[in-house]
């Protein structure tokens, strides 16, 4: 999976570079939420997420690439299978807790937020 940003929150990346590891470990949390709720358990897994600050053409275009299972493993250790996540539900809860991020940082204010 690949997690970009939207311009007007990019510039904020040459300044706080802490920002891609708080990200990332949200990243990771809504990935297991998403896998919990699909399974109806608890599932423990792992997953590998790098960051990238350049795009196409050596653009700066800060972003997100992640290596996830297509499951987790449930307490006895078994893995449990999960279907294709509902990418649109993930992209808006990912847009809504950046949000969230930006805002607890006081990087954008609620004018930003809401537009």
């Given at each position: 999976m690949v997690f970009t940003f939207p311009k007007v929150l990019r510039g904020f990346f040459r300044h706080h570079r802490t920002l891609y590891g708080e990200i990332a470990r949200q990243v990771y949390a809504m990935i297991l939420r998403f896998y919990n709720a699909a399974a109806g358990c608890r599932l423990h897994s792992a997953a590998v997420i790098a960051y990238a600050s350049a795009g196409q053409f050596a653009r700066f275009n800060p972003?997100?690439?992640?290596?996830?299972?297509?499951?987790?493993?449930?307490?006895?250790?078994r893995f449990v299978h999960?279907?294709?996540?509902?990418?649109?539900?993930?992209?808006?809860?990912?847009?809504?807790s950046m949000v969230?991020?930006?805002?607890?940082?006081?990087?954008?204010?609620?004018?930003?937020?809401?537009?």
């Open positions: 972003h997100l690439h992640a290596i996830v299972l297509e499951g987790d493993f449930d307490p006895s250790g999960v279907p294709r996540l509902d990418l649109a539900r993930l992209s808006q809860y990912f847009r809504g969230a991020l930006f805002l607890k940082r006081q990087l954008i204010n609620e004018r930003l937020a809401s537009g």
